[in-house]
């Protein structure tokens, strides 16, 4: 099998859904993987795009509100919620926006990949920066499932932005939420091999059915 990608969002929302949104996670995937230029995926990439760009703004809020005004008709009212949360987070942020640089968490075959495209990266006032991973989906998202996605971070920051904190920003809700210090890394190590085992084992299935259509 060639290696199999996937952006850490997307393995996120596989670690955490059910069977039927594990398929349509995969299914999407595998879409992307035949043809760049498919449309899955796409719903929140206007809004990820604005915060971005918010992060280094002077005026953030009025960034995002764009984005929200911007929106197709079915995108309006999920922009909204999350220009809403956003605002509550940010008004109690004191940072700015910096560079990073793409980096990709590998586990046998798989490679888990955060980019520049899809997390943010700020240095705060008192100089100590942190890498974000927003959430913009409509469930809530529970520590045990952004714990995954933290320690995957916590994995890649040494290449993104040394020394920086990873962050899982529940954009909606304007919850960021961090790994505590006591937590064991390696059951977390052991729990993303499992779903990365997982996920390349859905991935070689779909590949078996695409290739008998």
Known sequence: MDGVHIGLGSFLDYARSTPRGCAGI????????????????????????????????????EVVAEAVRQARPVQQPHFQQLHEGFQRWWGKVRATGV?????????????????????LALRHRDGHAEVVLPYLKEPELGADSANLA?????????????EATPVVLDVRRGKALRLRRNTNRAELDALLAAEAA???THWEAMAEVRRAE
């Open 26 to 61: 995969v299914r999407n995937q595998w879409e992307i993987y035949i043809d760049e230029t498919s449309l899955a995926w796409t719903f929140y990439a206007p809004f990820r795009s604005a915060l971005r760009r918010a992060v280094s703004s002077p005026d953030a809020s």
């Open 99 to 119: 560079p990073m640089e793409s980096a990709a968490w590998d586990c046998g075959d798989l490679s888990v990949t955060v980019s520049r495209r899809s997390a």
């Open 150 to 162: 933290l320690r995957v971070l916590e994995h890649l920051v040494p290449v993104m932005l040394p």
């Open 198 to 200: 997982k996920y390349l």
